[in-house]
Nanobody, 114 residues
Framework: QVQLVESGGGLVQPGGSLRLSCAAS???????MGWYRQAPGKQRELAAS???????IYADSVKGRFFISRDNAQNTLYLQMNNLKPEDTAVYYC?????????WGQGTQVTVSS
């Protein structure tokens, strides 16, 4: 089974940028994947996703600030996050959508604070 490992989280000031990476242990070519996030006391929510046909979808709260992309040669999914806000603080998870059951990474913490 493919395993996912996220990296790139950290502490950043409001208005700053971070790029999250999700390294997969197998091919991600034509696989639907997404970045989800979970803030303390809240449910996990979709931040951005990319379909098997490379169509990108964004939550309204991150449109124009976050950008999802993938490098199939490196089996890596990225999330470029710009103009970060305190409300973006959460654990960010990488996910592969599968009919037999989704696969999740362990998450990476993003904290936006001055």
């Amino acid at each position: 089974q493919v395993q996912l490992v996220e990296s790139g989280g950290g502490l950043v000031q409001p208005g700053g940028s971070l790029r999250l990476s999700c390294a997969a242990s197998g091919s991600i070519f034509s696989i639907a994947m997404g970045w989800y996030r979970q803030a303390p006391g809240k449910q996990r929510e979709l931040a951005a996703s990319v379909t098997s046909g490379d169509v990108t979808i964004y939550a309204d709260s991150v449109k124009g600030r976050f950008f999802i992309s993938r490098d199939n040669a490196q089996n890596t999914l990225y999330l470029q996050m710009n103009n970060l806000k305190p409300e973006d603080t959460a654990v960010y998870y990488c996910q592969i959508s599968r009919a037999s059951g989704d696969i999740w990474g362990q998450g990476t913490q993003v904290t936006v604070s001055s």
